[in-house]
C-alpha cells in the first residue's frame, strides 16, 4: 500500500473508533439524532458521486433509492421481522438491481433525457408505494425500535455507528474507483462516449458496474432510516429534496474527487441542521436553493476546485 | 512484398449498407483491404466517407452487408471490442477525453485496449506511452491538459491515442484538415512512418498531393456508392471522379 | 365499474384537461423544446404567475385572466433576465451546461417554492370570478365552466403562438436558431437576442397559464413539482419544439389521466404523467411529433 492508502485508512479506523466512543461516552440522545442524519447525508452523497460525478450521469433518482431502501426495511421487518444486518443487506441488493435498471437507461438516454427520467422513475415508485396498504400507503406506517444490542445503549446509539461503518464502506469504495482503471474509463466516458468506446473502454458495462455501486449504497443507506425515524411514509421517504440536496451536496464539495461530496454533505448537513432547529425546515430549503445556484454559477467545480485553484496560484507565486 | 491477389484481405466489407431514415448513406460497399496497405479515401463531402468509418468502428449499427476483419465476423460487435482486436480511428472534429492530459488520454487506451495475458507495471507503461508520444513530436506536451492543445497538437494527440492501442489498422479521418502545408507534411511523415511498421492504414483526405504521395490504392466514394477504386494516378484520372470530386 | 358513460365522460374531461396541459406546457416546448434550455423550474415560474394572478385577484377584484395578461409583460421582462443569466454562466461557458443547468434551474425552483410560502403560507389558495363554480350539463354530463373557459384560452393561445412562430419575422428568427445558429449568424442577426427574445415569450404566456392553473383548481406552493411530469412529459411526447405537437401530446395525457382516475382512483394519478414520460424516452426518444437535436 502507498502512503496515501495508509493514511486513508488510519484515519477511517480513528473515524470509527472516534464514532464508536462517542456511544460509550455520550449519554445525551440528540448529538446522535444530529449526527446521524449527516452521516446518511455523507453515504448518499458519496454513492450519487460515484455516477453522477464520475460517470457524469446525473441522477435526480436519490430519493428513489432511499426510498426503496426504506420500505425494504419496513416490509422485511413487517412481514418476517428482520434483524437490521438482514434489511441493510437486502436493501442494497434491491438497491444493485434497480441500479442495474438505471444502467439500461443510459443505453437509450443521455445528458438531461437521462436526468428527467430519473425524476419519473422515483415518482412512478413512489406512487406504487403510496397504493401498497401492506407498508401502511399514503398514511405511512409506524415501527417499534427493537432493544438495542450489546454494547449499545440505545436503538439510536447503534444506528449512528452502522451508519458510520456505512460511510467508511462507501468513501473507501469511491476512493478505490476514482484511483482504478475503472475510475479512469468513467472519466473517459463522462468526457466523450463514443470516443471512449472507440479507445477500448467498455463503456456499458462501466455504466452498469456504477449504477449498480451507486445504487447499492444509496438503498443500503435508507433501509435504517424506518428504524431512526420508528416511521415511515412515502412522500416523506421519497421526497425530492433529498435528490436536490445530495446533488447540491456532491456540487458544492466537488464532483472529480471522493473527498468532495463528504465535505459537502458536512457542510450542507450540518447547515441544515442547525437550521431546521433554530428557524424552520423552509428557511432550510430556500438555503439549499441559494447555496445550490451560487456554487453552480461561482464556483462549477466545487470547494475542491477552489482548493486545488488556491494551491496553483500559491506555487505558481512562489516558482 | 508478395502478390496481394494470394493473400487474405485484413479487411473485406461486404455490401454494406447504411441509411438514415429513407436516406440511403451507404449503398452496398464492398471492398477489400489488403494487410500493410496504404489506402487512400476520398469523395466530395456528404459522400460517406465519415459514415464508413463510422461502420467500421462501430459507431453505427448497419442495416445490412458483413464487416470481417482478419477472417472475424465483426459486424455485431461493439466499438471497444474492435478496438480491442486491432481496429483504432480518429476523429474527423477531434475528441479528445478533455478533462485528462495528454498522457492519460493515452493511458485510458493502454489500460483498456491492450489485452495481455503478461502483467505490465505501471513503469512499462508509461515507457510505452513517452515512446509513442516521443514518435508523434508530443513528448513535450505529455503533462498538458488536452484543452491547452493547438489544432495540429489535437491530431496528432489522437493519433498518438490510436497508436496506444496497438492498432492493426488504422484510419485517419481527415487528419490533416486546417492544417498548415508544413503541419501538412509533418503529419503525412508521421502516418508514412507508421504504414513502416506493419500498420495497414486508411487515410481520408480532401489534399490531393497527400493522398498521391501517401496511397498505394484510392477508392472514390459518390453519394454513398464507389465509383472508382485503383491505382492513385488512375483514379484521379477517372472521369467520373474528376466530374463528381473536382467539380469540373 | 366501467360503463361507457363513465369513459365517455372521462374522455370529455381528459380532452379539456388536456388542452389546459397544453397551455401550461407551451413555454417549455419553446424554451427546453427549441432552445435546449433544461428549465425545470418553468412549472415553479408557473406557479409563481397563478399567485400574481391570486395577488391581483385578492386585491384589487381583477378578474383572473385579466390579471393574467397584466403580468404578462412583468414575466417576459423577468424571462429576458432570467436568459441573460443562463447564458452569461452556462452556455457562453460551454460544455456541460446541460448538468449544471438543470442544477441551477432546480435551485431557483426551490428559491421561488419558499419565498411563496413565505409570502403566502402553505394554504391552498383561490380566486373568484363569476364563471367558476358554475357548469353546463348535457344529459348526465356535467362539465364544470372553469375548465370550458381553460380549454377556450389554451387552444386560442397555442393557435396565436404557432402563428407566431410560422408567420412572423421574429417567430421565424427563433425556429431558424433551433436549426442552425451559425447560418443565422452568418445572415448578420445575433442569435443570443433571438433566443433571449424567445426565452422571454416563453415565461410570457404563463401569465395567461397561470391564471388558467388557479381557475381550474387551488394552487399551493409545491404544486410545481407534479406539473414537472406533466410539462416535460407533455414537450418530450410532442417531439421538441412543435407546437401542434404540444397540444395533441397535451390532449392524450388529460385523456390518460382522467381514464386512469375514473378506472383506478385518484391516488395513482402523480404517476401517469411520468410513466407515459418513461414511456416515450424509452421507446420513442425523438417524440411522436417532430424532431430531437
Ligand atoms: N448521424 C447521422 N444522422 C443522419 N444523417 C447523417 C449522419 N451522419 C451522416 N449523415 C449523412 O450521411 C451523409 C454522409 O455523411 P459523411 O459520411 O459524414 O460524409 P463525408 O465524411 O464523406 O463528408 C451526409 O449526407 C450526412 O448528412
Ligand atoms: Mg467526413
Known amino acids: ?319 | 512484398m508478395m502478390s496481394p491477389e494470394t493473400e487474405a484481405p485484413l479487411l473485406r466489407i461486404s455490401t454494406l449498407t447504411k441509411r438514415f431514415g429513407g436516406f440511403t448513406a451507404l449503398d452496398t460497399v464492398s471492398v477489400d483491404i489488403r494487410p500493410g496497405e496504404r489506402f487512400g479515401l476520398i469523395g466530395p463531402n456528404g459522400s460517406g466517407k465519415t459514415t464508413l468509418i463510422n461502420c467500421i468502428s462501430g459507431a453505427f449499427r448497419t442495416e445490412a452487408g458483413t464487416v470481417i476483419f482478419r477472417d472475424e465476423d465483426i459486424t455485431r460487435l461493439p466499438p471497444h471490442i474492435r478496438t480491442r482486436r486491432g481496429i483504432a480511428r480518429s476523429f474527423q472534429i477531434p475528441r479528445p477525453f478533455k478533462s485528462m492530459t495528454v498522457a492519460e488520454n493515452l493511458m485510458v487506451a493502454l489500460d483498456f485496449a491492450v489485452v495481455t495475458d503478461e502483467v505490465v507495471s505501471s513503469a512499462q507503461r508509461r515507457d510505452t506511452m513517452m515512446s509513442i508520444l516521443t514518435r508523434m513530436g508530443l513528448a513535450s506536451k505529455a503533462y498538458v491538459s488536452t484543452a491547452k492543445l493547438s489544432q495540429v497538437e489535437l491530431r496528432k494527440m489522437e493519433l498518438a491515442r490510436a497508436m496506444a492501442t496497438h492498432p492493426k489498422l488504422l484510419i485517419s479521418d481527415e487528419a490533416m484538415a486546417g492544417l498548415s502545408s508544413s503541419e501538412v507534411d509533418e503529419v503525412l511523415d508521421l502516418l508514412m512512418s507508421l504504414a513502416g511498421q506493419d500498420i495497414t492504414i486508411i487515410m481520408i483526405e480532401h489534399i490531393m498531393q497527400a493522398v498521391m504521395r501517401f496511397s498505394d490504392r484510392v477508392m472514390c466514394l459518390e453519394a454513398g456508392k464507389i465509383i472508382a477504386i485503383g491505382k492513385p494516378a488512375e483514379v484521379m484520372a477517372n472521369q467520373r471522379v474528376q466530374e463528381a470530386y473536382l467539380g469540373t | 365499474m366501467f360503463s361507457f358513460d363513465l369513459l365517455l365522460d372521462a374522455v370529455v374531461s381528459g380532452v379539456l384537461l388536456g388542452c389546459f396541459y397544453a397551455a401550461v406546457s407551451l413555454g417549455l416546448s419553446l424554451s427546453f423544446g427549441l432552445l435546449d434550455v433544461p428549465n425545470v423550474a418553468h412549472p415553479a415560474f408557473l406557479v409563481m404567475a397563478s399567485y400574481g394572478v391570486f395577488f391581483l385577484n385578492e386585491s384589487y377584484g381583477v378578474d383572473p385572466l385579466l390579471a393574467g395578461l397584466l403580468i404578462t409583460p412583468l414575466l417576459f421582462v423577468f424571462g429576458l433576465v432570467a436568459y441573460r443569466l443562463y447564458y452569461q454562466t452556462f452556455e457562453k461557458r460551454g460544455s456541460d451546461a446541460g448538468v449544471r443547468g438543470i442544477a441551477f434551474f432546480f435551485g431557483i425552483a426551490f428559491i421561488i417554492e419558499v419565498l411563496l410560502i413565505l409570502q403566502f403560507g402553505v394554504d391552498q389558495r383561490s380566486v373568484t370570478a363569476s364563471y367558476i363554480g358554475k357548469a353546463w350539463r348535457i344529459g348526465d354530463m356535467r362539465i364544470p365552466f372553469r375548465l370550458l373557459v381553460a380549454f377556450a384560452v389554451a387552444a386560442a393561445l397555442t393557435i396565436l403562438l404557432t402563428l407566431y412562430l410560422s408567420r412572423t419575422f421574429m417567430g421565424r428568427a427563433i425556429r431558424a436558431v433551433a436549426q442552425d445558429q451559425e447560418a443565422l449568424r452568418l445572415m448578420g442577426a445575433d442569435p443570443i437576442r433571438i433566443k433571449q427574445w424567445a426565452f422571454g415569450i416563453s415565461t410570457a404566456v404563463l401569465g395567461i397559464a397561470g391564471a388558467l392553473l388557479i381557475i381550474v383548481a387551488p394552487v399551493n406552493p409545491t404544486l410545481d413539482r407534479s406539473y414537472i411530469g406533466r410539462t416535460f412529459c407533455v414537450v418530450v411526447m410532442a417531439g421538441l419544439g412543435s407546437m401542434s405537437g404540444t397540444l395533441v401530446a397535451a390532449i392524450i395525457l388529460g385523456v390518460a389521466e382522467a381514464i386512469v382516475l375514473t378506472m383506478f382512483g385518484a391516488s395513482w394519478a402523480p404517476a401517469i404523467s411520468f410513466a407515459m414520460l418513461l414511456g416515450v424516452l424509452a421507446v420513442r426518444p425523438q417524440g411522436l411529433f417532430g424532431r430531437r437535436s
Open chain 1, 1 to 319: 500500500m502507498n502512503r496515501g492508502g495508509t493514511q486513508f485508512w488510519i484515519g477511517a479506523i480513528l473515524f470509527l473508533v472516534a464514532t464508536f466512543a462517542m456511544t460509550q461516552i455520550i449519554g445525551n440522545q440528540y448529538p446522535f439524532f444530529a449526527c446521524y442524519v449527516i452521516l446518511q447525508f455523507i453515504v448518499l452523497a458519496v454513492a450519487w458521486n460515484i455516477l453522477g460525478g464520475y460517470a457524469g450521469y446525473v441522477n435526480f433518482g436519490t430519493s428513489a433509492f432511499f426510498g426503496v431502501g426504506v420500505y425494504t426495511a419496513v416490509f422485511l421487518f413487517k412481514a418476517a421481522g428482520a434483524p437490521l444486518a438482514v434489511q441493510i443487506a437486502a436493501a442494497a441488493v434491491v438497491g444493485a438491481l434497480m441500479g442495474f435498471a438505471l444502467g439500461l437507461l443510459t443505453l437509450r438516454m443521455q445528458g438531461i433525457f437521462f436526468s428527467i427520467a430519473t425524476i419519473a422513475l422515483t415518482i412512478v415508485i413512489e406512487t406504487s408505494i403510496t397504493n401498497w396498504r401492506y407498508v401502511g400507503g399514503a398514511a405511512g406506517i409506524q415501527m417499534q425500535q427493537p432493544v438495542a444490542m450489546e454494547p449499545f445503549n440505545s436503538y439510536v446509539q447503534m444506528l449512528f455507528f452502522i451508519q458510520a461503518l456505512l460511510v467508511v464502506l462507501a468513501v473507501a469504495t469511491s476512493r478505490y474507483i476514482q484511483n482504478s482503471w475503472i475510475g479512469r474509463g468513467l472519466q473517459a466516458l463522462k468526457d466523450d462516449e463514443l470516443a471512449a468506446e472507440c479507445t477500448g473502454v467498455p463503456t456499458l458495462r462501466l455504466k452498469l458496474l456504477a449504477c449498480v455501486i451507486s445504487g447499492a449504497l444509496m438503498c443500503a443507506a435508507g433501509a435504517p432510516a424506518a428504524m431512526y425515524l420508528q416511521y415511515a411514509d412515502p412522500s416523506s421517504a421519497f421526497n425530492l429534496n433529498y435528490s436536490v440536496s445530495v446533488l447540491a451536496m456532491s456540487l458544492i464539495g466537488g464532483t472529480a474527487h471522493w473527498a468532495g461530496p463528504v465535505i459537502g454533505a458536512i457542510l450542507l448537513g450540518t447547515t441544515q441542521q442547525l437550521l431546521t432547529v433554530t428557524i424552520s425546515s423552509e428557511v432550510n430549503v430556500l438555503v439549499l436553493g441559494v447555496m445550490l445556484v451560487l456554487f453552480v454559477v461561482g464556483a462549477p467545480e466545487g470547494i475542491i476546485g477552489l482548493i486545488g485553484k488556491a494551491r496553483r496560484n500559491r506555487n505558481e507565486g512562489e516558482g
